[in-house]
């Protein structure tokens, strides 16, 4: 049980890692603004405006549709490198790339609390993973 509930943790890491690196990680990274014009395929789209030094403006950038991003607003976005893919930055992007790692801590609380009988252990990787996704709600 202890393995299964490391394994549920290490996956919900690696499934929030791939977006999570570009937020956390903005060192030499283009960062700025885009102004989300259409939505559409789980896909919004819109113009790039540079913040950092070195980025250039694009016509055309594309974030994932979610219940992040709404058409007609603007954000903040760090690029990925190689392409016209951009996620969200700040606050707001560092919490909701952390998402499936919060639902990976309420997964493994069930685990630890249950199979393994750390009840205590239990309630608190749950009360983290609550904290997790309730800061995300709030802050998206």
Do not use: N
């Amino acid at each position: 049980m202890g393995a299964l509930a490391v394994l549920i943790l290490v996956a919900g890491v690696w499934g929030s890692w791939g977006s999570a690196q570009h937020v956390m990680l903005t060192k030499g990274r283009e960062r700025g603004t885009v102004e989300v014009t259409g939505c559409a395929g789980g896909r919004c789209a819109g113009p790039y405006t540079p913040l950092s030094a070195g980025s250039t403006a694009r016509a055309r950038v594309v974030l994932d549709q979610s219940v992040a991003v709404r058409e007609g607003r603007t954000y903040t976005v760090v690029l990925k490198p190689g392409g016209d893919r951009a996620v969200r930055s700040g606050p707001a992007g560092v919490l909701y790339a952390w998402v499936p790692f919060g639902g990976a801590l309420l997964l493994a609380s069930v685990v630890v609390a249950g199979g393994l009988g750390r009840v205590r252990a239990g309630w608190v990787l749950a009360g983290s993973g609550v904290a997790l996704l309730t800061a995300a709600f709030v802050t998206v």
